[in-house]
């Protein structure tokens, strides 16, 4: 008896939906420089940041088992490289930014090499040394200021746009596209035969392993990209900002503990969860950050109730009562036949 032809789909009702939102919210926000003023931009051009810190995080801790608490390491060498290659080698502000992505991948493969060796709660605080070890690095380059820092010269600033409002635009849209350009990457790459192999992971790294995924070299794969992405983000978290210090590139509250209580809000393991996380966070930080230990206590709380009562984050909990997806990435096995269709991932 011939085997029935058979043909995987990805895209379901409400994914179509989420991908047609997902156009008209994208329109509306390229606009925003004609309806917003610059502090609506530069809280829009913050969020976009966070949320696509938050989805190379749950990549690199939901997907493929990495959890790391030391992504600062990345986004303060993203930074520095941005200031360096401006300021030292003359390389155009916007111009830096694929160049550190690059670079920054290059660097965190000896990283991986070397922190790839522990696994649990050890590679989580080797990632943190190495956080540390960077930070140190960066307080010795005296040309950039040593443990005080600098700011990027008003000639590398004017550089960018001429007018003040054209730079903030620039800046906007830059950070608007590199979100979608991450979440394009963490789509492809979920959809992918790399997908497969990260959801065996996931499940069992086991039994992903005896059935012949190259666990090391997809968990690579997954670092090597995090890194890059990361340190692209950093950049342009400090192109406007204008200045640089260790301990701001560094901060593990910032850059690492913020984006880890968005994950986990929204949704580990799932490509929305930091869309919704962020949203939460910004709501709250925005409501609440007037009123000191008050702001940090709810985040505390909100952190243990959602975890108390829906360990699969706010997302999570949508997706599992309504079957919600916004992104095309559940695969289901169609029966050209005419047969009903059956989930397989």
Same mark, same amino acid.
């Given at each position: 008896m011939s085997a029935p032809a058979i043909r995987i789909e990805h895209a379901t009702r409400s994914s179509r939906a989420g991908l047609v939102l997902f156009a008209v919210v994208f329109v509306v926000l390229v606009a925003a420089p004609w309806w917003g003023g610059r502090q609506h931009l530069r809280l829009l051009a913050e969020i976009y940041a966070f949320?696509?810190?938050?989805?190379?995080?749950?990549?690199?801790? &939901?997907?493929? /088992?990495?959890?790391?608490? +030391?992504?600062?390491?990345?986004? &303060?060498?993203?930074?520095?490289?941005l200031?360096?290659? $401006?300021?030292?080698?003359?390389?155009? $502000?916007?111009?830096?930014?694929?160049?550190?992505?690059?670079? $920054? $991948?290059?660097?965190?493969?000896? =990283?991986?090499?070397?922190?790839? %060796?522990?696994? /649990?709660?050890?590679?989580?605080?080797?990632?943190?040394v190495v956080a540390e070890v960077f930070r140190l690095l960066a307080s010795q380059v005296s040309v950039l200021g040593g443990g005080s820092g600098i700011s990027l010269p008003v000639g590398i600033v004017l550089a960018i746009a001429q007018g003040r409002q054209m730079r903030e635009f620039v800046i906007y849209w830059l950070a608007l596209a590199l979100l979608v350009a991450i979440l394009a990457l963490v789509v492809w790459l979920l959809r992918s035969r790399y997908g497969l192999a990260? !959801?065996? @992971?996931?499940?069992? *790294?086991?039994?992903?392993?005896?059935? /012949?995924?190259?666990?090391?070299?997809?968990?690579?794969?997954?670092?090597?990209? !995090?890194?890059?992405? !990361?340190a692209m983000v950093g950049a342009l978290i400090f192109l406007q900002k204008l200045r640089i210090s260790p301990d701001t590139a560094f901060s593990v509250t910032d850059?690492?503990?913020?984006?880890?209580?968005? !994950? =986990?809000?929204?949704?580990? &393991?799932?490509? *929305?969860?930091?869309?919704?996380?962020?949203?939460?966070?910004?709501?709250?930080? #925005?409501l609440l950050a007037d009123y000191g230990t008050v702001y940090l206590l709810t985040l505390g709380v909100v952190a243990i109730a959602v975890?108390?009562?829906?360990?699969?984050?706010?997302? /999570?909990? @949508?997706? +599992?009562?309504? &079957?919600?997806?916004?992104?095309?990435? #559940? %695969? %289901?096995?169609?029966?050209?036949?005419? *047969?009903?269709?059956a989930k397989c991932a």
């Open positions: 949320v696509a810190l938050a989805s190379l995080w749950n990549l690199l801790a &939901g997907y493929a /088992g990495l959890v790391s608490v +030391g992504q600062q390491a990345y986004v &303060g060498l993203g930074a520095y490289l200031f360096a290659l $401006a300021m030292l080698v003359g390389v155009p $502000a916007l111009w830096t930014i694929p160049i550190i992505g690059i670079v $920054a $991948a290059l660097v965190s493969i000896p =990283v991986a090499a070397l922190i790839f %060796r522990l696994r /649990g709660h050890y590679f989580a605080i080797g990632t943190w990260l !959801t065996a @992971i996931r499940d069992n *790294e086991l039994a992903a392993r005896s059935n /012949g995924i190259d666990v090391g070299r997809v968990k690579l794969v997954v670092y090597v990209l !995090t890194a890059a992405g !990361t850059w690492t503990a913020i984006v880890i209580f968005i !994950t =986990v809000i929204g949704g580990i &393991g799932r490509l *929305e969860g930091p869309i919704i996380g962020a949203i939460v966070f910004f709501v709250l930080r #925005e975890m108390l009562k829906a360990p699969q984050g706010i997302w /999570g909990l @949508i997706a +599992g009562r309504f &079957g919600w997806q916004l992104f095309p990435l #559940e %695969r %289901r096995v169609v029966y050209l036949g005419g *047969e009903q269709p």
